[in-house]
């Protein structure tokens, strides 16, 4: 999901929202990715989309800054679950 046009208040409050829903933040300098293990169908479109922004066998398994912002909104915009989201900042 986009989010880049919001004044800073609105993304502070989508951040809480997110955060509030049970997302985890993986803060870029570009961008920001959210990921809700609750919801993720394990379809695995992320780790196959780009190993090196999706790593599981690293801590913390996202990092935003691995790849560029464009990498990360096409591959977080094949998830079917919505369990990854993401903000420019």
Same mark, same amino acid.
């Given at each position: ?12 409050? =989508?951040?809480?929202?997110? /955060?509030?829903?049970?997302? !985890? ?7 920001? &990715?959210?990921?809700? %293990? ?7 479109n992320c780790v =196959?989309?780009?190993?090196? /922004?999706?790593?599981?066998? !690293?801590?913390?398994?996202?990092i935003p800054d691995? &790849?560029?912002?464009? %990498?990360?909104?096409?591959?977080i915009d094949t ?11």
């Amino acid at each position: 999901m986009f989010y880049g046009s919001e004044s800073r208040d609105s993304a502070d409050v =989508r951040d809480k929202e997110l /955060l509030e829903a049970g997302y !985890r933040a993986y803060t870029g300098e570009k961008i920001d &990715v959210y990921f809700n %293990t609750a919801i993720c169908q394990h379809s695995g479109n992320c780790v =196959r989309g780009s190993a090196k /922004l999706f790593n599981l066998k !690293r801590k913390p398994w996202i990092i935003p800054d691995e &790849v560029d912002v464009a %990498t990360v909104v096409n591959v977080i915009d094949t998830c079917p679950s919505g369990a990854l989201q993401y903000r420019h900042k």
